[in-house]
């Protein structure tokens, strides 16, 4: 924070203003629009503990974001613990207590509630603080009032029920958030809800309790009902699809966890219902999957042939092995070493997106989003790419004009977003950005065991899984696919204007036989056919996330302390 910031937060009108007690002594305490606290200490009984988080022991001085307050309400008297006499003594003069709920980030992205309680001298005064507290936050617009919940309880080790009663439940009641919780009976149960039953008008957002199959389901859900309630067909691959008005926020329990670990920086339960309560919002790409011009899914992490499509298609067999059948199937395929023929062909992204090596990750605030954002409104979508495609005969080469390329692949995955999960840290794409309307395309060429080892284990470790001569990725905006043998890509329409001459190239360059293929995992669910059509829609949905955040000490959004006016610390 900068002292022209900290001073004008300081210099809001007060709303309010007493002399409370607080642990062990009488401070000042003061609530203006944006923040509550500048505590002054009046009266000292005992050295203070270092019993709230702040940088100095010493400080006399502290404040606290009204952003970052999750809530205040009165506390029983029986819930106060008063151990020592000193306290006991001013408990008895400051006898009404009120507790203020707020955000503290700790170690690795986590965030935690914390409590702090004040004593009052009557109960009017501290009706009044309790209310003035909640009432500036009912002023943020940005958080949510009601929350639709579904539960998978089947998800990661089946915990999602207890995980959201005892850790996120609490949590939104001291935010006064209302929830209406659905406990899915079988698979689809939330999607197909959302898609047809609910009234959206009726919530501020939906809140997934589960994994990223869960999520996806969430996903279906409020992009179809989003497409059928402004008539947009779903079925044309080069359709602007139209974004979805709530956000979805994901409280984590299943296997993976890929997209909180992503959009938050940690699977904790706990951090989501943070986030969520305070209202973040993080925009997010979604590709749609077509085959011949029929609409399959949306994926938003990964989509995966080839390797991962295997891996998925073995687990799916030994689900009652928890999240450690991906630790089993995952060997196994890797000792089957399969590699499959196809053609890929695809859209690069606009250069002022960067490449999947250029070392930029996407963080809080992302400028590279940001100007995928404004790629997408200045080119009106695919328009310029239309124009590059149709003036060139090059098969490769040039910024918007396609690229084709066939090959014996181990894999081939596409990164919607880095991927990150606790199995993979950095993820598959550690550069990929989660709203900038691009997907990283990772071709894995056929290669040895050894080396296809090596690879693989970059992925857990700092090194780089690209700088490796059988790997090359591209960011870009469409591809599409075609297995060897395919024998349905020739049916693609080929009155489709865009993607028109390389639909030929892949017709053409496979005659059909019978050799096999793999599955495409499409977030953790297998596709129906192999041969596909993928185009990557900026920013159609929002989270309850804000990113992955720089660093994980001190900054705006926390706990501050200042040393009388000497402003010794700045973020
Ligand atoms: C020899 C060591 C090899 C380690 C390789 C580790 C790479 C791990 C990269 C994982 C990337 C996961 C992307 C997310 C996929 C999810 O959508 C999907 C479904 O997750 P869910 O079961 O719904 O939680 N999970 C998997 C494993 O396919
Ligand atoms: N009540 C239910 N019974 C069975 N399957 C369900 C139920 N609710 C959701 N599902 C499905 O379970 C699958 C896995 O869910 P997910 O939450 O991703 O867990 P995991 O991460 O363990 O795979 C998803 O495909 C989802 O559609
Ligand atoms: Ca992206």
């Not at 062990?24 to 988080?53: C, D, H, P, Q, Y």
């Not at 149709?390 to 918007?400: K, M, R, V």
């Not at 056929?446 to 780089?464: E, G, P, Q, V």
Request: proline fraction near 3%; glycine fraction near 6%; aromatic fraction near 8%.
């Amino acid at each position: 924070m900068l002292i022209s910031e900290f001073f004008i937060m300081v210099n809001q009108p007060t709303l309010l203003s007493s002399q409370l007690f607080y642990e062990n002594r009488v401070v000042e305490v003061t609530l203006n629009r944006v923040m509550l606290g500048l505590w002054k200490e009046i009266e000292t009984r005992r050295k203070r503990s270092a019993s709230f988080n702040c940088i100095s022991k010493d400080a006399d001085h502290h404040f606290l974001l009204v952003s970052e307050i999750v809530g205040a309400r009165e506390t029983e008297e029986e819930d106060q613990t008063n151990k020592d006499g000193g306290r006991k003594h001013n408990v008895l003069l400051y006898p009404y207590a009120f507790t203020v709920s707020y955000t503290e980030r700790t170690k690795h992205h986590c965030w935690r509630c914390k409590d702090i309680i004040f004593h009052c001298l009557d109960k009017a005064q501290r009706q009044q603080w309790v209310q003035t507290i909640n009432n500036q936050l009912s002023l943020l617009s940005i958080r949510p009032k009601r929350l639709l919940v579904y539960i998978n309880p089947y998800s990661g080790k089946q915990r999602g029920k207890w995980i959201y009663e005892q850790r996120v439940a609490p949590l939104f009641s001291r935010a006064s958030i209302s929830t209406d919780v659905i406990v899915t009976e079988s698979a689809n149960h939330a999607r197909d809800h959302l898609k047809t039953e609910v009234d959206l008008k009726q919530c501020d957002g939906v809140v997934c309790v589960g994994g990223d199959g869960m999520f996806s389901e969430v996903v279906h859900g409020l992009v179809s009902r989003t497409q059928s309630d402004s008539r947009v067909d779903q079925n044309q691959p080069n359709q602007d699809l139209v974004p979805c008005a709530l956000r979805i926020g994901i409280i984590p329990a299943g296997s993976t966890d890929c997209i909180c670990y992503s959009t938050t920086g940690t699977n904790d339960p706990v951090t989501s219902a943070l986030h969520i309560i305070m209202g973040d919002s993080q925009p997010m790409d979604v590709c749609s999957v077509h085959h011949n011009n029929t609409f399959l899914r949306y994926s938003v992490s990964l989509l995966g042939y080839g390797f991962y499509g295997d891996v998925l298609t073995d687990s799916e067999r030994k689900r009652w092995m928890g999240p450690s059948r991906y630790d089993f199937s995952g060997l196994k395929t890797f000792l089957t070493h399969q590699y499959y023929e196809g053609t890929v062909a695809f859209l690069p992204a606009k250069d002022n997106l960067g490449n999947p090596r250029d070392k930029i990750k996407c963080r809080t605030r992302c400028h590279i989003c940001e100007q995928g954002a404004n790629n997408g409104q200045l080119l009106s979508g695919d328009h310029v790419y239309k124009m590059a495609e149709e003036n060139s005969d090059e098969e490769t080469s040039g910024d918007g004009v396609w690229r084709v390329i066939r090959g014996k692949f181990l894999a081939i995955n596409a990164a919607c977003m880095s991927c990150a999960c606790p199995r993979s840290p950095r993820g598959l794409s550690p550069y990929a950005h989660l709203a900038d309307g691009t997907t990283d395309l990772i071709l894995v060429r056929k290669a040895s065991r050894l080396d296809f080892l090596r690879h693989l284990i970059r992925h857990t470790n700092k090194d780089d899984q690209f700088d490796m001569s059988f790997v090359e990725v591209h960011r870009v905006r469409r591809f599409r696919f075609a297995p060897k043998h395919s024998n349905v890509i020739s049916e693609v329409d080929l009155s489709e204007t865009s993607g028109k001459k390389i639909c030929n190239q892949v017709c053409t360059a496979h005659p059909n036989n019978d050799t096999g293929h793999s599955n495409w995992n499409c977030d953790g669910e297998i596709l129906p056919h192999a041969d596909i059509q993928v185009s990557v829609h900026c920013q159609l949905i929002r989270l309850f996330a804000r990113g992955v955040e720089r660093g994980t000490t001190f900054d705006t959004y926390t706990w501050s302390v200042i040393e009388g006016s000497n402003l010794s610390w700045q973020a």
